[in-house]
């Protein structure tokens, strides 16, 4: 339970969409610090691949779980959230109103509504369900639990393996667990930063050709030893391909641009169902962290 003190406010969105910038606008204004919610901006390195704020926006602002947990590591929404609550707690202590900044809307949710309880992982049965085709896993899914199936990212094996695992080990779709997620923890307050589809895609290719331009082929290629899930940040997989020589750095390029785009239209399918929420267009980022300051008052 997120303790007395100053609430936190939300400001989400889709990856590119431009957090980062009128976060910190918003927390200079109102004295405020950053609580990133990103499944990994979490781990430490990687900063150009999973676009962490710049050296110039953390001089700015303090911010809080980027860069915190180690690449070899494995991290879950459990451990993100043990870690968010402890330092929402420390900012409330301190009078300081957190602002929790992030795309990845299972960790938004965590700190909103808890965790629903859930079984512990059962390496056996992973195992076993880890030797299936994705395509296969979904099928499962969709026999048990048609209404999971029907939601979740089915590109992401490891939340399919999951869900699958939580029915087969509890005799109950998973869905129904997720029904414990209908009553916040706390009055919310926040918005989901909008930009029209066209200016998003522009964003995400600037941003993709600014990362190769800034070394993101060496900081990938200097990574030891990663865990299953930071291996999962988005142009990890598509990098290292390029650096074993099966792809071409413009088919690179083009491959994560792509990936980049369908992982911010999952994203904004997310957002639009936490209604809590609004959208709020900034399109014109001039005048964004003013707008958003009169919602705080």
Same mark, same amino acid.
């Given at each position: 339970m997120i303790p007395q003190g100053p609430l936190p406010f939300f400001i989400l969105g889709a990856t590119a969409v431009g957090k980062s910038e009128v976060a910190v606008a918003l927390a200079e204004r109102c004295g405020g610090e950053i609580v990133g919610a990103d499944a990994f901006q979490i781990y430490g390195g990687l900063n150009l691949l999973t676009a962490k704020p710049n050296a110039a926006l953390v001089a700015r602002v303090p911010h809080h779980l980027i860069g915190e947990v180690p690449l070899a590591e494995t991290s879950d929404v459990a451990r993100y959230l043990g870690i968010?609550?402890? +330092?929402?707690? /420390?900012?409330?202590? +301190?009078?300081?109103?957190?602002?929790?900044?992030?795309?990845?809307?299972?960790?938004?949710?965590? $700190?909103?509504?808890?965790?629903?309880? &859930?079984?512990?992982? %059962?390496p056996q049965l992973r195992g076993e369900l880890s030797a299936h085709s994705l395509p296969e896993l979904l099928r499962r899914l969709a026999e048990v639990d048609p209404v999971t199936a029907a939601t979740i990212d089915a590109r992401n094996?490891?939340?399919?393996?999951?869900?699958?695992?939580?029915?087969?080990?509890?005799?109950?779709?998973?869905? +129904?667990?997720r029904e414990q997620w209908q009553k916040p923890r706390f009055p919310l307050r926040g918005v989901t930063l909008m930009r029209s589809r066209e200016e998003m895609h522009e964003r995400i290719e600037n941003r993709t050709k600014a990362m190769f331009q800034e070394g993101v082929i060496e900081e990938v290629r200097a990574v030891g030893a990663i865990s299953e899930t930071a291996a999962q940040a988005l142009g990890f997989r598509e990098i290292r391909a390029h650096l074993a020589g099966e792809i071409s750095e413009?088919?690179?390029?083009?491959?994560?641009?792509?990936?980049?785009?369908?992982?911010?239209? +999952?994203?904004?399918?997310?957002?639009?169902?936490?209604?809590?929420?609004?959208?709020?267009? $900034?399109? %014109?980022?001039?005048?964004?962290?003013?707008? &958003? /300051?009169?919602? &705080?008052?």
């Open positions: 968010a609550e402890k +330092r929402i707690a /420390e900012l409330q202590e +301190r009078g300081v109103q957190p602002i929790v900044v992030g795309g990845t809307g299972l960790y938004v949710r965590a $700190i909103t509504h808890g965790l629903a309880r &859930l079984p512990p992982a %059962d094996p490891r939340r399919v393996i999951r869900a699958l695992e939580v029915c087969l080990l509890t005799g109950q779709p998973f869905s +129904r667990f413009l088919e690179c390029i083009a491959a994560i641009e792509r990936s980049t785009r369908h992982y911010a239209k +999952r994203q904004l399918t997310w957002f639009r169902r936490e209604t809590a929420f609004p959208s709020f267009d $900034i399109s %014109d980022a001039r005048d964004a962290a003013l707008n &958003l /300051e009169t919602l &705080l008052v």
